[in-house]
Each structure stands twice: as C-alpha cells, then as structure tokens.
C-alpha cells in the first residue's frame, strides 16, 4: 500500500468514524446516511434471531467474511477501532513482520498484510477452531500471511476453552464468563485448544516482529509471560486490549508490571493513530494502549504528540 492509498484508507475510516460517533442516536444515524443505516438496521436485526455469515469487501477492497451480528462494525463502518487502524497505516511499511494474536476473523491479520507488502509477513494465531476456519477463508489468497489455529501461553499443552458460538465468537475465552458479565447465557462449548509459546515460536523460526497485536479477553498477561525474550532482545511494539473493570484488575496490573519490567511505556492512541503518554489512572473501559521501548522511539517520533 502506497503512501496516497495509506491517506485516503485513513480518510475513509475517520469519515465512516463520524456515523460511530453517532452510535448513541439511530435517528442521527438514519439521518446522517438513511440508505446504509436502514438496510443494515433489518439486517442486524435478522442476524439477532439467527446469525449469519456475509461476505463484504474492506474499505481497501479485499473480500472478508464474518458473521452479524458480531461483525456489525466492520460491516456498517468498514474497519474496528478505529484509532488502532489508523496506527498500523501510520505505522507499517514494507517489510515489517507483524504477530496478531486473538487474530478472531482476521481484520487486523488483513490490514496489515495490505500494509507490510510482499516482503512483510503476518502472523495470526487464533485459538477457536469455528472462528479459525473463517480467519483461513479470509487469509488464504494473501501471499504473506501464515495463520495457527492455537492459543498462545508460556508452554506448549492443552487447554480447555470456551467457545460462545458465532453470534459472541469474539468473547471466547479460557475462562467461563460469569453469569453478571452482560449478555453471556450458560451455553458456552467447552472445548480443547493447543498452546504454543511466543518465545520459542520466534526463535524457531528466526522471526523479529517488528509489531504484536494481542486481544485475548483478560488473557494479555498470560501471554505476555511467553514473550518476555521478544520483549528483552527484539523489542516490538505491541498492542494490547486493556479494561478498568474490576474482571481485568489483575490482569491489567500483571501486563504493566511485565511491560516496565523491559522498560516499556504506554502510550494512547488518538483517532488519527497520533499517540501521548498514557496516564494509567484514566483507563477507558474498554481501549486499546501501545507499549513501546525506548529504543524504538525514533521509529514512532513522528507519531508523538503532546
């Protein structure tokens, strides 16, 4: 992806980004963009009943696979998370080696393989054998993309997981979710997913990931422990999903401890994939923070802002 594609990818999402921001309202929405807001209102509300899969292209135009409702924000906006995409656009370039872990359907796994070329490389691990199959459906014609139907820990074993169906595909866990947690019914499938360990997955196959994406669902700091010789010699910047709740206390306080114990520091990121500093105390519930050693602060200088 060129510099004049990676602009306008980046001014398609913070468009689209204008609808999101109206989330709260279905009449603005329906007022901003009535042809798109109302068809996909009827879809969604389908898809709740039974869910389906769709096939759509991305906004860089290659065809993904999902299911609705649970793809609902990349059908209806065209990317997830938007500060995130525009990071890696602002980020990436050719060449760079990229690990995406929790790959889920691959939208990440995709973006970066449009960004990091055919000299670049992806890496996605994906522990679900249901949502794996659609993350290989969405990968299998990218040249420089290699997926893992595994669940990344500090050894290679078995696991039990739990697996929430396609309509909650991306809260599946290692845990069961408790009965407060939102929406969750007691109708997970407990099924079996082998781990591998990032150290040894790396060092295997002489790999130096220039960037690591990780969304695990409280996950992050088991993780982080099979990582911590790419954390010490190879220095990525990496990407983790982060929450204020009570749920995510320990875990989010084990990744901080791991991340400034290699002298990373967090840093948020704003829409436009700028970042600053991140004050731990003013968490969102749900985000998303970098963390970066200081000897690849020159790579993202640019990126910096006060």
């Known amino acids: 992806m060129n510099l004049r594609e990676k602009e306008s990818l980046k001014k398609k999402i913070l468009k689209r980004n204008e609808l999101y921001e109206l989330q709260g309202s279905r009449l603005k929405r329906l007022l901003k963009d009535p042809i798109r807001t109302f068809s996909f209102y009827i ?9 389906y899969k769709v096939t759509k292209k991305t906004l860089w135009g290659v065809p993904m696979s999902y299911y609705l409702p649970e793809g609902s924000m990349i059908y209806y906006y065209g990317f997830f998370e938007a500060n995130v995409s525009n990071f890696l656009i602002n980020f990436l370039k050719e060449g760079d080696v990229v690990f995406d872990v929790g790959a889920h359907v691959g939208f990440y796994s995709m973006l970066s393989s449009a960004l990091v070329g055919n000299t670049g490389h992806v890496y996605s691990f994906e522990p679900t054998p249901r949502t794996f199959a659609t993350l290989q459906e969405n990968t299998k ?3 420089n993309s290699t997926v893992h139907n595994n669940a990344i820990l500090n050894e290679e074993t078995t696991i039990e997981f739990f697996d929430y169906g396609p309509k909650y595909s991306a809260f599946n866990t290692f845990k069961k979710r408790t009965a407060d947690e939102i929406f969750f019914r007691d109708d997970a499938e407990k099924i079996e997913v082998k781990t591998l360990s990032l150290d040894t997955y790396t060092e295997k196959n002489k790999l130096s990931p220039t960037f ?12 982080l422990e099979s990582m911590k010789q790419i954390l010490s010699t190879k220095f990525p910047i990496v990407s983790i999903e982060v929450s204020n709740t009570k749920e995510w206390e320990e875990n989010l306080s084990q990744s901080f401890a791991i991340f400034k114990d290699n002298n990373y520091e967090a840093y948020e990121i704003d829409l436009k994939g700028n970042i600053q500093l991140c004050n731990p105390k003013k968490l969102r519930v749900y985000d998303n923070l970098l963390f970066i050693h200081p000897s690849k602060k020159d790579d993202i200088s640019h990126l910096i802002v006060s």
């Open 141 to 143: 014609k990218l040249n």
């Open 212 to 223: 690591i994406k990780i969304d695990a669902e409280g996950a992050e700091s088991l993780i």
């Open 43 to 51: 879809m969604q509300a389908i898809a709740y009943i039974k869910p």
